[in-house]
């Protein structure tokens, strides 16, 4: 179930989103003692807030992960790098694209942290690859993250899966993934023509139904919890895309609350405090 923050053991593998959308985007994994973030979309000022709220500082980050180069991800990298000194870790190309990007007022000079697309690397015990992921950015990467015998795949922004986000989704524990929008919702609402056309191009923003197709496609017996990610204000409700998934995987046999748990993460607050291990987590 969804763990508050005083009921955590330092020996438990744990996931909290602080935000998740296109105003922003930061997730924990880690224990009660330690972690790391994924992405830095928000304000410095409020990643503290909710680490505090944990128990934790910026003391306890290892180092943030950076999935691309787009405001909503990174707009608090300087401030992290920079004056925290947090290292900053992505491939040469991001931390290019992060170099170029004038939403970043404060440039990374001493906390660059490179590593190579697809090559496995460890970070104070937790086991990180990545696979590239279709996005218009300068370049996208996923995460595949093993900890304490569990392991955790991220895809936010997907245009478009490919053979090698599916390799690693067929042997999630748990899965952190994009469902931006109802196709319906984006066709009929307000967007003009060529930004509905960027959201629903190869490297655009993956929907509900794209989604709810590659789970089912790639669920595996040991695959526990599902969080849907980065769900569009105007083009998406978390209703929609939870009901639009959970019947994609039931046309497969699939039964959700029993096979496996899916929630989608709010846009503009905090999640529960979610314990990753063998079990599917059960609502309070």
């Not at 330092?10 to 935000?19: C, E, L, T, V």
């Not at 790098?81 to 190309?93: A, N």
């Not at 790639?218 to 083009?235: D, K, T």
Request: proline residues 5%.
């Amino acid at each position: 179930m969804g763990y508050s923050a005083h009921k955590m053991t330092d020996n438990q593998f744990i996931f909290r989103s602080f935000a998740s959308g296109s105003s922003g985007n930061c997730y924990f994994l880690g224990t009660s003692a330690w972690g790391i973030l994924v992405d830095a979309g928000i304000s410095a000022r409020t990643i503290q807030k909710n680490l505090r709220e944990m128990g934790l500082d910026y003391a306890n980050i290892m180092g943030v992960l950076i999935t691309h180069d787009h405001a909503d991800h990174i707009r608090a990298v300087g401030t992290l790098g920079e004056r925290v000194h947090l290292p900053i870790y992505s491939t040469p190309l991001i931390h290019q694209g992060i170099e170029h990007n004038y939403g970043v007022r404060e440039k990374l000079h001493t906390s660059q942290r490179y590593f190579e697309k697809g090559v496995e690397w460890d970070l104070n015990g937790m086991r990180i690859n990545s696979f590239g992921i279709s996005h218009d950015s300068t370049e996208c990467v996923g995460y595949v993250i093993d900890f304490m015998g569990q392991r955790v795949v991220i895809a936010t922004d997907c245009g478009q899966p490919n053979l090698t986000m599916e390799s690693y989704l067929n042997t999630a524990n748990h899965v952190i993934i994009e469902a931006n929008h109802d196709e319906q919702l984006l066709l009929n609402g307000p967007y003009p023509t060529y930004l509905k056309e960027r959201i629903l191009s190869p490297r655009g923003h993956q929907s509900n139904t794209t989604c709810g197709q590659l789970l089912a496609r790639n669920w595996n017996p040991n695959m526990r919890n599902v969080f849907l990610c980065h769900l569009s204000h105007e083009n998406n409700k978390p209703n929609v895309a939870v009901d639009t998934i959970k019947d994609i995987l039931l046309e497969e046999g699939i039964m959700p609350g029993e096979d496996l748990f899916v929630a989608p993460l709010e846009r503009l607050a905090p999640s529960p405090v979610y314990v990753l291990d063998n079990n599917i987590i059960t609502p309070k």
